[in-house]
T-cell receptor, first 114, second 113 residues
Framework: DAGVTQSPTHLIKTRGQQVTLRCSPKSGHDTVSWYQQALGQGPQFIFQYYEEEERQRGNFPDRFSGHQYPNYSSELNVNALLLGDSALYLC?????????????FGEGSRLTVL | KQEVTQIPAALSVPEGENLVLNCSFTDSAIYNLQWFRQDPGKGLTSLLLIQSSQREQTSGRLNASLDKSSGRSTLYIAASQPGDSATYLCAVPRGYNTDKLIFGTGTRLQVFP
């Protein structure tokens, strides 16, 4: 049973560039959320996707956008990168049909902005 | 506004000790509470999930308790091992959206032989 998978694992960009991160949810899951984790901090919620629509959004600017595909996989896009966007980006998935509320995370994508 | 705090921020202990990690939250109206483990530079591994109606959950050497009225959860690690070295994070949902978690900043644990 494959867990949450993310790609790429590491990437380096320069200020002003754009980046796309990818996530495949755990088998059987239909909801994907994205988190940003700065060094030494707890993860911060970016947004949640369900049924190919953004359902909830955290306190992040419009430079952060996403997409969910019919197979439930998801992308996180960040435009006009800033140095402060350097972080570990975590994807999490869950199944909407359960009431346990347990969230499963991937290994993350480490983004460095120079 | 829900805030989650974890104490201590860091802990270094010899192998074999029983450990207590603390998590506190300001709004007791939580749906559940989840404990995670994070190895350096890695993702989060779910350890225990406690529903709001439960008082505790156990998995192997791990036991987590929840006291909603006092806004506290405790993760107890029995007979610690060097392999337990990691950062431990607790998180609660914001409202009823259980995918929208609020995390503490974690407790960084080092267990030395």
């Amino acid at each position: 049973d494959a867990g949450v998978t993310q790609s790429p694992t590491h990437l380096i960009k320069t200020r002003g560039q754009q980046v796309t991160l990818r996530c495949s949810p755990k088998s059987g899951h239909d909801t994907v959320s994205w988190y940003q984790q700065a060094l030494g901090q707890g993860p911060q919620f970016i947004f949640q996707y369900y049924e190919e629509e953004e359902r909830q959004r955290g306190n992040f600017p419009d430079r952060f956008s996403g997409h969910q595909y019919p197979n439930y996989s998801s992308e996180l896009n960040v435009n006009a990168l800033l140095l402060g966007d350097s972080a570990l980006y975590l994807c999490a998935s869950s199944f909407s049909g359960t009431n346990t509320g347990e969230l499963f995370f991937g290994e993350g994508s480490r983004l460095t902005v120079l | 506004k829900q805030e989650v705090t974890q104490i201590p921020a860091a802990l270094s202990v010899p192998e074999g000790e029983n450990l207590v990690l603390n998590c506190s939250f300001t709004d007791s109206a939580i749906y559940n509470l989840q404990w995670f483990r994070q190895d350096p530079g890695k993702g989060l591994t779910s350890l225990l999930l406690i529903q709001s109606s439960q008082r505790e959950q156990t998995s192997g050497r791990l036991n987590a308790s929840l006291d909603k009225s006092s806004g506290r959860s405790t993760l107890y690690i029995a007979a610690s091992q060097p392999g337990d070295s990691a950062t431990y994070l607790c998180a609660v949902p914001r409202g009823y959206n259980t995918d929208k978690l609020i995390f503490g900043t974690g407790t960084r644990l080092q267990v030395f032989p």
